[in-house]
């Protein structure tokens, strides 16, 4: 077996270092009951050009975004990452090492961290970031979490332009602590509504900009309005990339910033590995969940970075623990931050810019189909149209054809009454054939 | 004195040896360890490394909300981004350079072919929300794994979207919470014996249950006598590693679930140790009820500094209707995600994350799966032990191993063998990272004092363990010689000396500010 470097004869004679006289001895504590001989009942072992053979075919019966004229959005975005981010991620320095306990001997991971702190920091506006979490939807639960624990309030309200998987993760944990969630109705640019809901039990009001539908809304009314009932304001962004064009959360007044990272560096991936982006207020910061790098010095006076404030996390705190995140997003983050340091702000407005202006494309293709309705009215690179049909069973048709024409909202939300919507995205990738193939589609389809 | 072919001295002066009187160098750097700032340090924000369009059109339509404020983040041409992580990559230890034997953290080698199958477009330039007509490849993946990870562990379900180990621990409890709920019988504690991980009770409190700990018997296992006095009509569930966190098999383990079942709770089983066992012992056959496996440690998925991670937990029948949604079902040829609560899932707990899970590492773990195969991983089991108790072995005569007989794959050793040096667990560890090697997992499992947890894998030589031991077994001479100088201010040849991690914490500086210029931190 290539990947095991013992022979039959270390084996044997590690065994009489040991004392032992067959591997069995080692595992005398496993009942006899539950001891096996032979191996389970699966495949044995086989070689790379076989196990190469039997993903590929997996593989070749998915179809892939880059295959076709390709619209899909709803959280997971589909972008050109430069061939330098995968080449650094895979070296074996940052792909082979463990979290930075021993920041003597890892200072690489550590000072990337900080410097993709720095950077989300910056991208949302706020003062202090996280060294990631698993995604932008745990991260949007853990800041619902957050903000009970700091106003110490029992009720979360969440606006009906939440992506809704992320409005489910949220509930799902919120529900056993004992925080009551409220969610408003889906509404495609209904952010304020939230307004009507705070009350002084109100822990947090959950926002999103750009929304699901791509509304974009400022949030700044908002934000006053909950902080001036103590409540905390939380803007989720799934769609990272907007921060490039849109005035950013902090500037804003938000009090806990959540995004999905994946679009900077990372590939859809069918949904994972992605990475969480946390950004908040500093004086919350020791509420905050998941690792945190600071700056230090050595014993030499040599400036340095190491994990910190770890009091809050479960490896000292244990049940009393802000979260129990442990593994985070570490390479993701990685990759989020080569690209970022790749595009700068420059570079950052002017893909925003360019996503912004292929969505206005697409949407003035789309305005010339019969049928077709533009629902959303100030958007980021997605937004929402009425089709004079099922969605999901036009996506479906559409796939037929080659071209995968966005995600359905019935998808997210069945029986969500929006069985007719359908929500489309652009981003640097999507050229004009792309679009006019769309079009020439739909003009065919009803 | 010999000459190289241009003509210059090739040795070493003879008697200039400099030991104790380095000079330091004068710009910073130390040979092949450069100087490297952060990148909001260098001149000029105005550059980028990307070559991107015009964009065609401008953005009036969004009014106010344009951006304007400026952001300060600096871009890098392409070679100056090259250079400065490759410098960053150059101060890390990792498993591809030498033995990283954090136990409990299984640091194995990563094959770089999963590397390659991950980054095929069929699985990474695949949306999760395509329709699913059009990922029939990757639902038929995730099928594949679960049925590979239920074989292997004997169980009859498994949840497939846990993004890490913690999260599986959530993923668990939660199902846990919603069987006892969905019997009306709610109850209010989790017995997590003292040895846990940390993510045990954080995960226990999180899902609003009161953590109460379990004794540990002086031979390193869960006292049984203990745990039945402390179940009860109101305790939901045991939390218990197996292997436990001190590198041992709970013998009684069966026991123990045969009581936790009596009592009607649950018994999760921490499944972060399973390399030990895997394709040799099927926790199935143990009793356990829910137990997660985290892809990044005994299936190889690289930890890449910190993650990302993958943990499905499996379940028995008992709580396989609780489990969240989505999850993959075959309806004749055809996979289907089951995407929301109704039919098979009118029970489910509710939802972890916005998709179907870890995908990418999915294809890892199957890659890895695949190449070894059942008889394969069964030799990673033995041979994961076997290293493990050879360390041990070696070792014993000079360090006092904290439990006696064999071990599973992990070496527990305690500090009292270096009572009277006052030198402490952490200077020994430091100093091994001046003889090349990462330390040991320290300071845990909390019950042993002073603790070195060491986990070698199965993924290393004899000649390697046998240099990682006589370079351990020279330290430990040194440290019992009274050479103390050597630990108190270790490391001395690592890319940093020893870090404050107390000024860290209570001036905490987390991002780079621009009036804060390095050096303030010194004062
Ligand atoms: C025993 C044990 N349990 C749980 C965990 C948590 O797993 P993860 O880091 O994947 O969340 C770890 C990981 O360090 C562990 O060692």
């Known amino acids: 077996m290539r990947y095991l470097p013992l022979s039959p004869s270390d084996r044997s004679a590690m065994l009489g270092v040991i004392g032992a006289a067959t591997i069995d001895d080692l595992f005398v504590d496993v009942p006899h009951a539950a001891r096996r001989d032979q191996p389970v009942d699966l495949p044995f072992h086989q070689g790379e050009l076989e196990v190469e053979r039997a993903l590929s075919a997996l593989a070749a019966r998915n179809r892939t975004a880059g295959q076709g004229p390709f619209f899909c959005g709803a959280g997971a975005y589909r972008h050109h990452v430069p061939a330098t981010v995968d080449h650094i991620i895979q070296r074996s320095e940052f792909l082979t090492s463990y979290t930075p306990y021993q920041p003597e001997i890892a200072q690489g991971t550590l000072q990337y961290l900080f410097e993709f702190q720095t950077q989300v920091a910056a991208l949302t506006g706020m003062e202090v970031a996280n060294a990631s979490m698993y995604d932008g939807s745990t991260a949007t639960a853990e800041a619902v979490m957050m903000a009970a624990r700091v106003t110490r309030r029992g009720k979360a309200v969440l606006s009906g332009g939440l992506h809704p998987h992320y409005a489910r993760t949220a509930e799902t944990l919120a529900k056993v602590a004992g925080v009551q969630v409220q969610r408003l109705d889906a509404a495609i640019d209904g952010e304020a509504a939230v307004l009507d809901a705070i009350d002084d039990d109100t822990a947090c009001v959950v926002v999103q900009t750009p929304n699901l539908f791509g509304t974009v809304t400022d949030v700044t009314a908002i934000a006053a309005a909950a902080q001036a009932k103590g409540a905390l304001l939380i803007v989720v962004v799934t769609e990272v990339v907007s921060l490039g064009l849109l005035k950013g959360p902090g500037e804003m007044g938000a009090d806990i910033v959540v995004a999905e990272g994946q679009s900077i560096g990372n590939a859809l991936n069918f949904g994972g590995p992605y990475v969480g982006l946390f950004a908040a207020r500093e004086i919350y910061v020791r509420q905050m969940p998941g690792r945190l790098c600071g700056e230090t010095v050595d014993a030499d006076g040599r400036r340095g970075f190491v994990l910190t404030l770890s009091t809050r996390e479960q490896h000292i705190r244990r049940d009393k623990a802000t979260s129990n995140i442990c593994t985070n997003s570490g390479l993701c983050a990685l990759a989020f931050t080569i690209h970022m340091s790749l595009l700068g702000e420059v570079g950052l407005r002017r893909l925003a810019a360019i996503n912004h202006a292929k969505a206005l494309d ?85 | 004195m010999s000459m190289n072919a241009v003509g210059r001295p090739t040795r070493p002066v003879p008697g200039l040896t400099l030991a104790g009187t380095i000079p330091a160098t004068l710009g910073g750097g130390r040979g092949l360890l450069q100087d490297e700032g952060l990148i909001f340090e260098r001149e000029g924000w105005d ?477």
């Open chain 1, 362 to 446: 697409l949407r003035d293709g789309l305005m010339g189909v019969p049928g077709v309705e533009i629902l959303t009215e100030r958007f980021f690179n997605e937004f929402a149209i009425r089709v004079p049909t099922d969605a999901a069973a036009l996506v479906e048709t559409l796939a037929g054809q080659g071209i995968l024409a966005g995600v359905p909202v019935s998808r997210l939300s069945p029986k969500g009454g929006m069985d007719d919507v359908l929500l489309l995205c652009a981003t640097e990738t999507t050229t004009s054939s792309d679009i006019a193939a769309l079009v020439a589609a739909l003009k065919g389809a009803f």
């Open chain 2, 47 to 523: 550059s980028s490394g990307v070559d991107l369009p015009e964009p065609s059109r401008d953005a009036a339509d969004l009014g106010d909300m344009v951006r304007k404020a400026p952001m300060r983040l600096p871009g890098l041409s392409e070679p100056e981004a090259m250079r400065h992580y490759v410098r960053l990559s150059q101060k890390n230890h990792a498993i591809d350079l030498a033995l990283y034997p954090l136990g409990s953290c299984t640091m194995k080698h990563n094959p770089r072919l999963n590397e390659k199958m991950a980054r095929l477009p069929g699985f990474a330039d695949v949306h999760p929300l395509q329709p699913q007509s059009t990922v029939q490849g990757a639902l038929g993946l995730m099928d594949q794994l679960a049925h590979w990870l239920m074989t292997l562990t004997g169980m009859s379900a498994v949840a497939m979207s846990p993004k890490a180990g913690a999260h599986g621990e959530l993923c668990g409890l939660l199902a846990i919470r919603a069987a006892h709920e969905a019997r009306g019988d709610a109850r209010k504690r989790v017995l997590v014996p003292t040895s846990a991980h940390g993510t045990n009770p954080a995960t226990a409190a999180f899902v609003g249950y009161e953590v109460e700990e379990i004794a540990q018997t002086a031979d390193g296992r869960v006292d049984i006598a203990d745990l039945a006095a402390k179940l009860g009509p109101d305790v939901a569930a045991i939390m218990v590693t197996n292997p436990n966190t001190c590198g041992l098999f709970e013998r009684d383990v069966i026991e123990i679930a045969e009581l936790v079942h009596a009592a009607g709770a649950y018994f999760y089983c921490d499944g972060a140790n399973f390399n030990a066992i895997v394709g040799r012992v099927r926790p199935g056959d143990l009793g356990v009820d829910a137990m997660h496996i985290n892809l990044h440690k005994t299936f190889s998925t690289p930890h890449g500094g910190g993650g990302p991670g993958s943990g499905p937990v499996v379940l028995s029948a008992a709580l396989a209707p609780f489990a969240p949604t989505p999850f993959v079902v075959k309806r004749g040829e055809v996979y289907e995600l089951v995407e929301y609560r109704e039919g098979e899932a009118a029970q489910a707990f509710g939802r972890l994350c916005a998709f179907h899970g870890q995908m990418g590492m999915y294809v890892r773990a199957l890659s890895y799966m695949l190449s070894h195969g059942a008889d394969g991983l069964k030799q990673v089991a033995e041979d994961a032990v076997l290293n493990a108790n050879y360390i041990k072995a070696r070792l014993s005569g000079v360090m006092s191993a904290a439990f006696e007989g064999p071990c599973m794959h992990e070496a527990l050793f305690d500090d009292h063998w270096l009572e009277g040096t006052g030198i402490t667990t952490l200077d020994f560890a430091k100093a091994m990272i001046d003889e090349g090697f990462h330390p040991m997992t320290m300071y845990f499992p909390l019950v042993v004092h002073g603790a070195m947890l060491i986990e070698p894998t199965e993924t290393e030589s004899k000649a390697e363990l046998d240099r990682f031991c006589d370079v351990l077994l020279l330290l430990a001479q040194a440290a019992k010689a009274g050479d103390a100088e050597r630990f108190k201010g270790a490391p001395f040849h690592a890319p940093l000396r020893r870090l404050d991690e107390t000024l860290a914490a209570r001036k905490p500086r987390l991002r780079w500010r621009p009036e804060l210029s390095v050096g303030v931190a010194a004062e």
